[in-house]
């Protein structure tokens, strides 16, 4: 792998470098669905209806659908790959993954299910709590769109 | 990651999906690694097998992967135990829908080619290639023990990346298959006043070492001349609490050093060990060696289980061990064989009904405790046949 930039990481120019870990076929726009918490998909995600189940996680009730899917880390069993396979299977997946760190579970779960995953090594993912809308572009770059998207 | 012309098209979709897909996890967790390139592996040991484990998500996406086109694994794969006895799932009290479920995932493992044995110890049933030779496994246990002790290269493979080398040939070459990171970085001196011996013994230090330490660790103080049985032992007990894929035996200076001491050894053996007595008795896990067998069979010569005691191993070992008379010295002392099949995770410790078990497995022990919720007292082998048979 090439070294990567992280000389354009700015927040406040309302752009962030992400590395690339599955990348998406085109520009991808969504509303981020952001959690500081890990999710551990094999007994947190009920995969049937696309939401965290886990009644003590922050994002209990939210529905990923269509949204681009902010969370540090995966948690638990590697089965949880096939978990985040059938959420796209199941069309009630999220448009994308932006971890901190990502792990073998959510990379390889995402690569099976096409979602496209970024995840921020060089910058705190804290940072995109406060953009409602971002793109992403294919070469790792997360735009926040600040409502301008038409 | 650089990828090569072919591997660039694969990743495109031009050799078929299942191709596709396994490339694409491949640089997914290449690009996780910072890893330069792909290597081809001689041997990949695949887990995910048990329908307890994967359910329906894995079963679904194992069918899916089997029936698309091109869809074969390109180098040896074996793969880990399933679920239950295949042959003898109705004697079990296995649900049906269970196992029609756990046959369905073995059909779509051999469509895709697999050996014949479902097994956690891939290396005691099957040629071991030489040194330094790179492979993908998964199964914690197994890829320690690969690292350790046959000083073949792996990292700890998940269900999906080592599907993904199956069905490549290939894996990612990053962290335990380049030489500079196969050295030891912390060290455990092991002092217990005593002569330190037995499959227990080295699951309780395969504990310490895994919940104490992470990379590469070394052990001081042990036998250099373990059998396999004791490596199998630590290496699992070091798998299941512990973030490493690999040990060393050795005394090289300028180590940090942690002592494991007779205090230690008996904090974890009484925090993992919660009962007097089982009321059944559990060996092989991992899945016994014929080593194993063989002793255990002089053990129980003669004598009568008082209680239910099973005993998991591959069925490639008990042809074996039955070709050499093992096999019916044990079943006589009213011992029962589940062939292919794991301790952990199958429901069978759920359907035998007991609150407790006896067991010499660290591993063991931890699994059938948090996923049977039964109580485990933790023994050495000659003490459960001892206490056990009459």
Redesign the interface.
Known sequence: ?KARSISDTSLSAGTIKA????EPSRRITGEILFTSQPIAFLQGVD?EIGMVSDKKHELYGKAFSGKILVFPNAVG???G???I??LA?NHVGPKAMINQN????T??????S?IP?F?LPDSDIGGLREMKRVELLKTGTIRSLEGNEK | MYLTKSEEKAVSGEHGRALELAYRVLLAIGRLSNAEKLIPIKWAHVSGVSYLTIGDYGLDFLRGISKEKNAKFRVFTTVNPCGMDIENWDCLDIPADYAEKQLRIINAYEKLGIASSFTCIPFESYKVPVRGTHVSWAESSAAIYANSILDLRTNRESAVSALASALTGKTVYSELHIDENRKPTIAIKVNLGRVFKGSLDFGILGYFAGKRTKGVVQFRGIPSTNSIDESKALCAALGTVGSTGMFTVGNSSNLETIDFSKKDYEEIFDNISDSETGEAVVFGCPQMTIEELYRLSKAVRGKKFKRKCIVFCSSKIYELAKSRGYAEAIEHSGAVFVRDSCADFTPLISSLNVDSVTTDSVKGAHYMKSVHGVKVALKNVESIVEENTS
């Not at chain 1, 590395?19 to 599955?22: E, G």
């Not at chain 1, 990502?102 to 579970?105: A, C």
């Open positions: 792998m590395r690339c870990i599955v995969p069993s590697s089965v790959a096939y978990v396979y059938r299977k990502s792990d073998i579970i990379a390889s779960g995402c690569a099976i096409r995953l995840d």
